[in-house]
């Protein structure tokens, strides 16, 4: 086998790989992503669990003041408390 021949058989196999991929939608690739996206999720935590969870924790705990951030700076109403006294979750939760 020479180089021509082994260049179209990995050409012919990547385009059949495309051509399957393109055939089962997107369902199929949002599916394969969330799989790989757990697995390297469980593989970065048993690496060191201490760390990774902490890193996690400080994310989700900066993520309030960066939700804050970004809809003040697009001009749209936000506050750090509940303040909406129309929801009715939160009736007699405010004088």
């Excluded at 180089?3 to 990995?10: A, E, G």
């Excluded at 408390?81 to 979750?89: G, L, N, Q, R």
Aim: hydrophobic share 50%.
């Amino acid at each position: 086998m020479d180089m021509d021949q082994l260049r179209t058989i990995l050409w012919l196999r990547w385009r059949l790989s495309r051509n399957q991929w393109s055939r089962a939608g997107g369902l199929a690739a949002t599916l394969t992503l969330i799989v790989v996206a757990i697995a390297l999720a469980i593989a970065l935590i048993a690496l060191d669990p201490p760390r990774v969870l902490f890193a996690l924790f400080c994310a989700y705990g900066l993520s309030g003041y960066a939700v804050y951030a970004w809809r003040k700076s697009k001009g749209k109403p936000a506050s750090v408390i509940a303040i909406s006294t129309d929801e009715p979750d939160e009736k007699g939760l405010h004088p």
